[in-house]
T-cell receptor
């Protein structure tokens, strides 16, 4: 069965600290996509990144970086030098393109609070 | 606007009332998805359209839930005889037709439904 686990329910750090959000996934398929979405207080889900299961190269985008480890089925997200505007709920997600719907399976989210 | 839009943004219904939630996808997006997000949880898949065809409705929780997309653009999610457990945020997402990026879904702001 497909499953995404975000064990950290809430994280609170002081501004400028680095923070890593953990994500572990389960899937039977060899081809799949992994995502991170940000949900600020306004409620809209903001797409951050999509990774193909065949591409394990880590990615950096500004203060954001992602570490994809297929051997441990993890796709962790690090924010460097956090800012108050980073406060939001972050969701890790999985989709299997072979399924008829290509629906996304979301984790339960990690609420990140950045204190000034 | 360029993004997915949903209306109404907020809806309060009395138990037993029927409601209709609207989604306007990004222009040209072939695929459209509906998700339900309960408080403090990640979104859960409800149903999926490719153009006007509803290809997967396995996530609809009961036969009180009905979705349509008659012209392959705007979609409506209808809930009949609402119950208190239907209270949630209903998110709509769309994705473009190009195969290379078909797994990236872009979400609307959601409709927050409260059933009293």
């Amino acid at each position: 069965a497909q499953k995404v686990t975000q064990a950290q329910t809430e994280i609170s750090v002081v501004e400028k600290e680095d923070v890593t959000l953990d994500c572990v996934y389960e899937t039977r398929d060899t081809t799949y996509y992994l995502f991170w979405y940000k949900q600020p207080p306004s409620g809209e889900l903001v797409f951050l990144i999509r990774r193909n299961s065949f591409d394990e190269q880590n990615e950096i985008s500004g203060r954001y970086s992602w570490n994809f480890q297929k051997s441990t089925s993890s796709f962790n997200f690090t924010i460097t030098a956090s800012q108050v505007v980073d406060s939001a709920v972050y969701f890790c997600a999985l989709s299997e393109p072979h399924s008829s719907a290509s629906k996304i399976i979301f984790g339960s989210g990690t609420r990140l609070s950045i204190r000034p | 606007g360029a993004g997915v839009s949903q209306s109404p943004r907020y809806k309060v219904a009395k138990r037993g009332q029927d409601v209709a939630l609207r989604c306007d996808p990004i222009s040209g997006h072939v695929s459209l998805f509906w998700y339900q997000q309960a408080l403090g949880q990640g979104p859960e898949f409800l149903t999926y359209f490719q153009n006007e065809a509803q290809l997967d409705k396995s996530g609809l929780p009961s036969d009180r839930f009905f979705a349509e997309r008659p012209e392959g653009s705007v979609s409506t999610l209808k809930i009949q005889r609402t119950q208190q457990e239907d209270s949630a945020v209903y998110l709509c997402a769309s994705s473009p037709p190009r195969v290379a990026v078909k797994e990236t879904q872009y979400f609307g702001p959601g409709t927050r439904l409260l059933v009293l």
